[in-house]
């Protein structure tokens, strides 16, 4: 039924558990994912107005800056990659820069995926309190069916059992 | 992984989308289906202002109000259980009276279910618009894992096939 899954990551913990549930789905016939991190243009931003007195070329020190963490995120992605892999399922991974919603929505869009499942609170917790979370972005925007993990939804699962 | 699944359905088109969903995660494991509609109390008080003018108790025009939308909805909630009977799955209905977000919440929580399916919009249009969807409360708010179901996205998923 979700036979292709977008899995955006910004390595947080929920993010990890919705890499457990992306798992999950291969018994319901899922194959093939796509694991998605953007890194976050506006951070970058912010991170060169914090470092306005640095000397030299903002420009060259945002492209350095978008290197340096796209560098940080390739090794976190392919252990990604080799999870889902070692499961039994084909991975793709990805590193774009922009703004993470819309980044995902196009990544989406872009590869036909049938399902996004999505952490439901990632790393910038002030900046979601204040504008609302990438995954309710997702949520209300994508075209596709979302599924949203919880933090802890595991262990009250567990409880469960 | 998500063995027993929460089916809120207000009868939409989306709804039944979201039955499709939960029909089809019965590969991965999903055996158990609590369906449930809850009659809008809200929309019972506004059809009681909007008949104002009708001689007789208040209070008993709103307990008839609240019994026939529930007779009403015993059919169609009958129906959806025997489509998830049919697929294999064990399935139970249940109509209560309330905020459908605060009930859904409460019966997750109550039945300790795995996963909500929910349609990413309901009936009520225009409530929706100004108060945002019943399914982004069941997201922000639900401990459990949500599956937003969007409307189209069988269509988009056939396109791609």
Redesign the interface.
């Known amino acids: 039924?979700?036979r292709?899954i977008l899995l955006p990551t910004d390595f947080s913990d929920c993010a990890a558990m919705a890499l457990g549930?992306v798992i999950?789905?291969k018994?319901?016939?899922s194959r093939e994912v796509l694991v998605l991190h953007v890194v976050d243009i506006r951070q970058c931003e912010q991170a060169l107005v914090g470092t306005a007195w640095v000397k030299g070329d903002p420009g060259a020190y945002l492209k350095h800056l978008k290197e340096e963490l796209t560098v940080n995120a390739e090794s976190k992605i392919k252990e990604i990659g080799g999870e889902i892999e070692k499961a039994g399922m084909t991975a793709r991974t990805r590193i774009v820069t922009g703004v993470p919603f819309r980044e995902i929505l196009r990544a989406a869009d872009e590869e036909?995926v049938?399902l996004i499942v999505i952490g439901?609170h990632g790393k910038s917790n002030i900046r979601e309190m204040m504008l609302g979370s990438v995954?309710?972005k997702v949520?209300?925007k994508?075209?596709?069916?979302?599924?949203?993990?919880?933090q802890?939804?595991d262990e009250?699962?567990g409880?469960?059992?």
Chains 1, 2 share one sequence.
């Open positions: 039924m979700y292709k549930a999950g789905l018994e319901a016939g036909r049938d439901s995954s309710e949520v209300r994508a075209r596709q069916h979302v599924l949203v993990v919880k802890g939804g009250a699962a409880e469960q059992s």
